[in-house]
Nanobody, 126 residues
Framework: QVQLVDSGGGLVQPGGSLRLSCAASGRTLSGYTLAWFRQAPGKEREFVAA????????YYGESVKGRFTISRDGAENTVYLQMNSLQPEDTAVYSC???????????????????WGRGTQVTVSS
């Protein structure tokens, strides 16, 4: 099973940017899908973005399309989430997730992922 360490959260003003990182280890990532989910206090976990390691196909939640970009670095075994034009409603704990054999229709479902990072807090506030 792959191990994940997510990082890069912090406090940012509205309109600002942050880049989150998810470092993976323990397995080759060929055939894996890596994703970011977020959860705000009192709300359900929400799909943010995902990338298929081999094809580099990307998927985004509706609320972040056009503002967030997911990418991966094969040499570093790391997935990044570049977040631009951040708004207070983006405030949440962001967690990285990974699994092999995720079919496209299940990409957006957190139950599809077996490995999780501990999460990193993103706070957008003036």
């Amino acid at each position: 099973q792959v191990q994940l360490v997510d990082s890069g959260g912090g406090l940012v003003q509205p309109g600002g940017s942050l880049r989150l990182s998810c470092a993976a280890s323990g397995r080759t990532l060929s055939g894996y899908t890596l994703a970011w989910f977020r959860q705000a206090p009192g709300k359900e976990r929400e799909f943010v973005a995902a990338i298929r390691w081999s094809s580099r196909s990307t998927y985004y939640g509706e609320s972040v399309k056009g503002r967030f970009t997911i990418s991966r670095d094969g040499a570093e075994n790391t997935v990044y989430l570049q977040m631009n034009s951040l708004q207070p409603e983006d405030t949440a704990v962001y967690s990285c997730a990974a699994s092999s054999g995720v079919i496209v229709s299940s990409t957006y479902n957190s139950a599809s992922y077996r490995s999780w990072g501990r999460g990193t807090q993103v706070t957008v506030s003036s």
